[in-house]
């Protein structure tokens, strides 16, 4: 990365994961001016191909998955904010599967399931009942 002020390599001299969200806190330091300041990184999700059932690819969205768990959230009044972490957890366990860059739709479906299954059961009912595929 370079710096934010002049433009030439910066290194990293401290660095820490996030716990709730997916993404690294890093502190970073210029070379040149000597600058200190602080970054905040996380995966590009848009990089990960999504496979579905009949072998169509396309790019993974976190805001659909944030659709999905809201639909099967939506009798809970804290839906967004349940929806939010729930959305984190889960991208959080996907990344995990990573080493590769696709996803096979079945993969996804499973790791909210079981997320929805531990958080809310008449969400995770909700969420099976649209997903036949998947058993209760």
């Known amino acids: ?3 934010v002020k002049c433009g030439t390599k910066t290194s990293v ?3 820490r ?5 997916n993404q690294v806190w890093r502190r970073r330091k210029c070379e040149a001016c000597q600058d200190v300041f602080t970054s905040l990184e996380a995966p590009d999700l848009a990089s990960l ?7 169509r690819r396309e790019p993974f969205t976190s805001d659909r998955l944030f659709a999905d768990l809201l639909v099967a959230l939506q009798h809970r009044s804290d839906r967004f904010t349940a929806a939010r972490e729930a959305s984190h957890t889960i991208i959080k366990q996907l990344l995990k599967l990573q080493g590769k860059s696709v996803l096979l739709k079945d993969e996804i479906s499973l790791a909210t399931a079981q997320v929805l299954s531990k958080l809310d059961r008449s969400a995770y009912l909700r969420y099976v009942a649209e997903h036949p595929w998947l058993e209760p």
């Open 13 to 15: 001299i401290n660095s």
């Open 49 to 55: 191909l999504v496979v579905d059932s009949g072998g």
């Open 17 to 21: 994961r996030q716990k709730r969200s």
């Open 1 to 3: 990365m370079v710096c």
